[in-house]
């Protein structure tokens, strides 16, 4: 039995379809709404709350492998319980700032979650994917009310990931042999900045979305209101505030475990333009 936390995500609803379709076996996804949750059929849908360990009993019994999107609840909480119900290989959602950016407070978090699943006696894969292109989602309700975008570091290239390539990558690493023991940074295939994200969009909607670059300040207040000060200073950073050349390399790994090339921003845009109209 597989299981899947995140699996209503970005990268859970993906990875989710394509282990159904790969026939990858028993497939079980978590959320903490079985109602809202539409899963491929023969996908049970379990309820659990990552937030509270004692929820996700019933979700861990009789599970191998588990796909785990990290800082959702209390990770060390979460491995432990994973170990307990007998699970044997964990994939975990981290980030590459944890070698990019170690000194940032949510790089620190992930850096130790990863150190419990390496030490805690189950095997493990670790992915550290940078910015996902679906993060383009913050923008949805300007663009939808107003028609335009304000953000900051217009120009800032980063190699942007759709979703769907980590769900790819996690799909191997769930159900094909030669990756336990193994960390995977992950990026998209090309780097893509702010500005040129915005102008994809509006080539996808065939309309104008007017641009306005803002300033740090003006940002954080906005981004604060939602993530708290570190968090939105620690986004900021590593959008654009202190990248550094680790940050904007593009990666082949998508590539090479896959077989396929990495999705571009484009692909992204067009497949979720619905959230922009
Ligand atoms: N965005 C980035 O640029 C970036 C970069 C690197 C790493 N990451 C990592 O990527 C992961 C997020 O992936 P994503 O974009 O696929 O997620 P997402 O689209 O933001 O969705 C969040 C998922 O987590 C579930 N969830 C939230 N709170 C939960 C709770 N208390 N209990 C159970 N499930 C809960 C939701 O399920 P329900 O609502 O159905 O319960 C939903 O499926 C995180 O681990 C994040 O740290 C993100």
Not at 128 to 156: D, K, M
Not at 264 to 270: C, E, K, L, N, V
């Amino acid at each position: 039995m597989i299981l899947v936390t995140g699996a209503t995500g970005n990268i859970g609803r993906a990875l989710v379809k394509e282990l159904a379709a790969s026939g990858a076996g028993p497939l079980r996804g978590l959320t903490r709404d079985t109602g809202r949750a539409a899963f491929p059929e023969g996908v049970e849908a379990v309820e659990g709350d990552l937030a509270r360990t004692a929820t996700l009993k019933p979700a861990l019994e009789g599970v191998r492998s588990l796909f785990l999107v990290s800082r959702v609840g209390p990770d060390a909480e979460i491995i432990d319980a994973a170990g307990q119900a007998g699970v044997e290989h964990v994939v975990l959602v981290s980030s590459i700032t944890v070698e990019t950016h170690p000194h940032l407070g949510p790089a620190g978090e992930n850096a130790a979650v990863e150190r419990l699943l390496r030490d805690s006696g189950m095997a493990w894969t670790i992915l550290r994917p940078t910015q996902f292109a679906s993060n383009a989602l913050w923008w949805a309700g300007e663009i939808r009310e107003h028609g335009t975008v304000r953000a900051p570091y217009a120009e800032v290239g980063l190699p942007t990931i759709h979703p769907a390539d980590i769900a790819a990558v996690a799909r191997f690493a769930l159900a094909e042999p030669g990756h336990r023991g193994r960390t995977y940074p992950l990026t998209g295939p090309e780097r893509i900045t702010a500005r040129q994200q915005v102008e994809t969009i509006a080539a996808v909607l065939g309309r104008e979305v007017p641009f306005t670059e803002i300033g740090r300040q003006e940002a954080h207040r906005g981004m604060a209101a939602f993530l708290g000060d570190e968090a939105a200073d620690a986004v900021l950073d590593v959008t654009g505030g202190d990248v550094n050349d680790e940050l904007i390399t593009v990666r082949d790994t998508v590539a090479r475990i896959t077989g396929s090339p990495a999705r571009t921003f484009r692909q992204w845009a067009s497949e979720n333009a619905a959230a922009f109209t």
